[in-house]
């Protein structure tokens, strides 16, 4: 028989008993919908730390100066005397490293404007924006030249322009940083609160020479922001960076630490991936339980209609009509479940993201998953009603009270 | 003897006017095994029956009609002997093809209508063209069982549900369901078992009607007054068929209706 009709008589025999219908869709929908929903912000909570981590940078690695696990460097990352501009140097001659960047940090009063505000002073090189995956908003990096000749040039973050040049564009103007006259070649794009909370664009960018040599007096960077050339050679750089800085100290112990942002998002999605397993796990026993129910209702409808399978037996249904008919009645069943679960799980996650000022995303593959295992389920449940449907005899079916 | 008067006819039928029979029953046997005893439903039938006859199939309860009609209508297998419809030797078929031949070539009618609740007339007459083997397009389906319809005197009920119609025009709707694929045969099992005397003379008024126009017809019924309006009873006993002979005085259910509301009115007037 033709699917078509199939589909009319199924949808017929289901609308006949709606609130029964209704109750027997429900074990699929509240599983379809659980899931869809708890997948749906799990996935927008580890979207949210993944975008954080990228914000980072792409395939950044950073040495510090110190080694943590040193019991006589007390002071933290980058606090310890280690690490040099040669270092730098001898780092941005290693195979698959594009962009260097050494990085000296200071905290300072800067002035413009008659205003003033006290801001993170970063020296860096002409990498930096690079590196950090950070667009100029207006203006432009300094250069290779203003690191030469340790040029009184700075690039200012928005909340430092926002500070002190409430209503003009700073770029051309002069900030003051230690009483020294710094020109503003550039302004950089906003880049939001870190995954430690610390507001990113309340900075002040300067050359590291003229860092080193006119705000601070220092001949040791705090620590070297590097590049790698993809995410596939990010571990072999890190261990060329130690190799070769283990070598050019020729210290007993390792007095520097080489981190990458790799190594934080292998977290995050071993986090995630340990979460859709769990998931997966609450999905399937779910479905078999809204499978169950559906089988259940198959099987008395069968026998509540045991009649109307004898008359269409008596006018000509081979037993594959009768088959199919049941079989689309419980896949038509758990598809429609499936379909109210999919939109109610969205739904609820929007709800929960609105109310609660969550991110939340629903990948398109699970809800594939949502669509193919209620079918799946659907067919599973309906076999069995279905194939004793099917085998009746005509004779008795016709008797039968 | 009326069995071999019946044989001679036959021979006529079959020699001199060249016309094979509908069906050919040929020393047919049901046994059914039910725990220890074996129930002999039907002991060896031998019976010819030729396109355009009306036969009635009579006897006790419990002589086997049904049991013959299930097989005639193939929707029961026999234990013994052969059965061929249409010239198609339907004792060898496997279950589909006996759902075919139930598709394709047999109506069947019963005594408790078995329509679908609570589904329109006119779905109920379409669902036997819904399994046909060859795609009937859905604007056909509904003319055809309008047609159908229409043939029995139902066309305006044609989207009442069975819960709104008499007993006589579900039964109506039921004829209307077993002719609408072009069968040879229609078969009908106590047909007006479930209705009064006048809703009978009715269905039987449908029956003759179709019979004229050229439809072999094959009822099973225990009244007389019923077997009465065909052309051919048959009657078995344990089994067998004890006679087989054609119909005398032949009731006509349009002058028996006409009897029985002159009757009623002479009643009324009385009263
Ligand atoms: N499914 C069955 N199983 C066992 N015995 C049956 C079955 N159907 C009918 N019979 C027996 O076969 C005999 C003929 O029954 P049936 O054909 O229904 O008679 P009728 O229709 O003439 O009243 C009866 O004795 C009945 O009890
Ligand atoms: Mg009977």
Redo the contacts between chains.
């Keep these: 028989m033709r699917i078509i009709a199939s589909l009319k008589i199924a949808s017929r025999a289901l609308r006949r008993n709606k609130m029964r219908s209704l109750l027997t869709m429900l074990g699929v929908i509240i599983g379809v919908g659980a899931v869809i929903g708890a997948v749906s912000l799990t996935s927008g909570a580890t979207k949210q730390v993944e975008d954080q981590v990228s914000n980072l940078g792409e395939n950044v690695i950073t040495v510090f100066s110190g080694n943590f696990t040193t019991g006589g460097m007390r002071g933290g990352w980058g606090s310890a005397p280690t690490l040099t501009l040669e270092d730098t140097a001898a780092i941005r001659l290693l195979p698959h490293v594009v962009a260097i960047s050494p990085e000296v940090r200071d905290r300072a009063q800067v002035l413009a404007n008659g205003l003033n505000w006290n801001t993170q002073v970063l020296g860096e090189s002409p990498d930096y924006p690079q590196i950090r995956n950070w667009d100029i908003a207006s203006g432009s990096m300094f250069s290779d030249q203003d690191v030469r000749t340790l040029a009184k040039a700075a690039v200012i973050g928005k909340t430092v322009a926002d500070q002190l040049f409430p209503n003009e564009n700073p770029v051309g103007l002069t900030i003051r940083i230690r009483n020294l006259p710094f020109q503003i070649v550039g302004v950089l794009a906003a880049k939001g609160f870190n995954l430690f909370g610390q507001d990113q664009d309340d900075v002040v960018i300067v050359p590291y020479s003229s860092h080193m040599h006119r705000i601070t007096t220092r001949t040791f960077v705090n620590s070297i922001q590097v590049q790698a050339e993809n995410d596939k050679v990010i571990s072999l750089v890190q261990q060329e960076i130690t190799d070769l800085l283990l070598a050019r100290h020729r210290s007993k112990e390792q007095d520097f630490t080489v981190r990458s942002q790799l190594e934080l998002m292998q977290t995050v999605t071993a986090t995630s991936r340990a979460m859709g397993f769990l998931l997966a796990g609450v999905a399937a026993v779910s479905l078999v339980v809204g499978g169950i129910g559906i089988m259940n209702i198959m099987l008395v409808s069968v026998t509540e209609r045991t009649r109307e399978i004898g008359i269409r037996m008596a006018v000509g249904a081979r037993a594959a009509d009768i088959l199919v008919q049941f079989l689309i009645e419980a896949v038509t069943l758990s598809a429609i479940g499936g379909a109210i679960g999919i939109a109610g799980g969205v739904g609820f996650s929007r709800l929960v993201a609105y109310l609660k000022d969550m991110p939340t995303v629903t990948p398109v593959i699970w809800i594939v998953i949502a669509v193919v295992s209620s079918a799946v389920i659907g067919i599973i449940s309906g076999f069995y009603p279905a194939w004793k449907a099917s085998k009746l005899d005509p004779i008795d079916a016709l008797r039968y009270e | 003897m009326a069995g071999v008067s019946r044989a001679v006819v036959d021979l006529i039928l079959k020699y001199f006017v060249q016309t094979n029979p509908v069906i050919k029953l040929d020393a047919i046997q049901k046994t059914y095994h039910t725990g220890e005893v074996d129930v002999h439903a039907v002991r060896g039938i031998t019976l010819n029956i030729f396109p355009g006859e009306f036969v009635a199939i009579m006897g006790s309860s419990g002589s086997g009609k049904s049991t013959l009609m299930?097989m005639i209508?193939a929707?029961?297998r026999p234990t013994g002997g052969h059965y061929w419809l249409d010239g198609i030797d339907v004792s060898t078929l496997d279950?589909?093809a006996l759902?075919?031949v139930?598709?394709?070539k047999i109506g069947?009618v019963?005594q408790g209508f078995?329509?679908?609740s609570?589904?329109s007339a006119l779905e109920n007459v379409e669902?036997?063209m819904?399994?046909?083997r060859q795609?009937i397009h859905s604007h056909e389906q509904r003319t055809r069982a309008q047609q159908s319809l229409e043939l029995v005197g139902l066309g305006p009920r044609a989207d009442h549900h069975p819960n709104q119609l008499s007993g006589g025009q579900q039964q109506r709707v039921a004829i209307a369901?077993a002719l609408v694929?072009k069968p040879s045969l229609l078969l009908a099992d106590e047909p007006t078992g479930n209705l009064d005397s006048q809703t009978s003379i009715e269905i039987m008024g449908v029956f003759q009607k179709l019979n004229d126009q050229g439809i072999t017809i094959i009822m099973v019924t225990h009244e007389l007054d019923v077997a009465r309006f065909t052309k051919r009873m048959v009657i078995l006993r344990d089994g067998k068929i004890l006679t087989d002979e054609a119909v005398q005085n032949r009731s006509v259910a349009d002058k028996e209706l006409q009897r029985l509301r002159q009757e009623q009115q002479a009643v009324k007037l009385a009263s």
Excluded: C
Aim: glycine share 4%; aromatic share 12%; charged share 35%.
């Design positions: 299930n209508g929707l029961d279950r589909d759902a075919d139930r598709n394709e069947f019963f078995n329509l679908l609570r589904t669902m036997p819904q399994y046909n795609r369901r694929n």
